[in-house]
């Protein structure tokens, strides 16, 4: 099964400091990545994908991730962290999990708090 | 108009009872899904149908079933409710069973006391 690890369930920035957020994929075959952002009491919003063409992806809100097939990682970043950007930052790979049904598989998700 | 949407956003219910969960999508899909979300924000696959049809099925207790009386809706029913049950239920479409893209609900808070 593919799987992502993200490190740092907890990650503090400052506002206007570099957001990075790490995830690193296992996979026996090329992978379709995936950041999405849950916000408190709501459901998953898609930031950004990848699925084979640009290993920089760009995504809204300003993040953007690169594929590193080298090091197996798909980090999440964004320049200039808003106090907006805090919330719950989750990253996941496509899996196929029956002859006819794919699923994503999700980290276990890092939280993002900005201060000011 | 909302994508995916789920009903109720919150359920408050005692042990032992059965209660539905319902979800819509309004996107064409035909993809759909039931996700559960634990207390430590764990995102985990239950279910999916592509065209009314069950494709996925995980381990998940006997007691969850889901049903999908057309491809742009798709309901989960949970018998004799325990106390581990309580979690965030959500709902989400994709285009097909390929999955470029899920489109999630806004999901379901479920608090079995």
């Known amino acids: 099964a593919q799987s992502v690890t993200q490190l740092g369930s907890h990650v503090s920035v400052s506002e206007g400091a570099l957001v990075l957020l790490r995830c690193n994929y296992s996979s026996s075959v090329p992978p379709y990545l995936f950041w999405y952002v849950q916000y408190p009491n709501q459901g998953l919003q898609l930031l950004l994908k990848?699925?084979?063409?640009?290993?920089l992806v760009k995504g809204i809100n300003g993040f953007e991730a690169e594929f590193k097939k080298s090091e197996t990682s798909f980090h999440l970043t964004k320049p200039s962290a808003h106090m907006s950007d805090a919330a719950e930052y989750f990253c996941?790979?496509?899996?196929?999990?029956?002859?006819?049904?794919?699923?994503?598989?999700f980290g276990k998700g890092t939280s993002l708090l900005v201060t000011p | 108009d909302t994508a995916v949407s789920q009903t109720p956003k919150y359920l408050v219910t005692q042990m032992g009872n059965d209660k539905s969960i319902k979800c819509e999508q309004n996107l064409g899909h035909d993809t759909m899904y039931w996700y559960k979300q634990d207390s430590k924000k764990f995102l985990k696959i239950m279910f999916s149908y592509n065209n009314k049809e069950l494709i996925i099925n995980e381990t998940v207790p006997n007691r969850f079933s889901p049903k999908s009386p057309d491809k742009a809706h798709l309901n989960l029913h949970i018998n004799s409710l325990e106390l581990g049950d309580s979690a965030v239920y959500f709902c989400?479409?994709?285009?097909?069973?390929?999955?470029?893209?899920?489109?999630f609900g806004q999901g379901t808070r479920l608090t079995v006391v």
């Open positions: 996941a790979v496509s899996d196929q999990r029956s002859n006819s049904g794919y699923a994503l598989n």
């Open positions: 990848y699925t084979s063409a640009a290993t």
């Open positions: 989400a479409s994709s285009q097909d069973t390929g999955i470029f893209k899920l489109d």
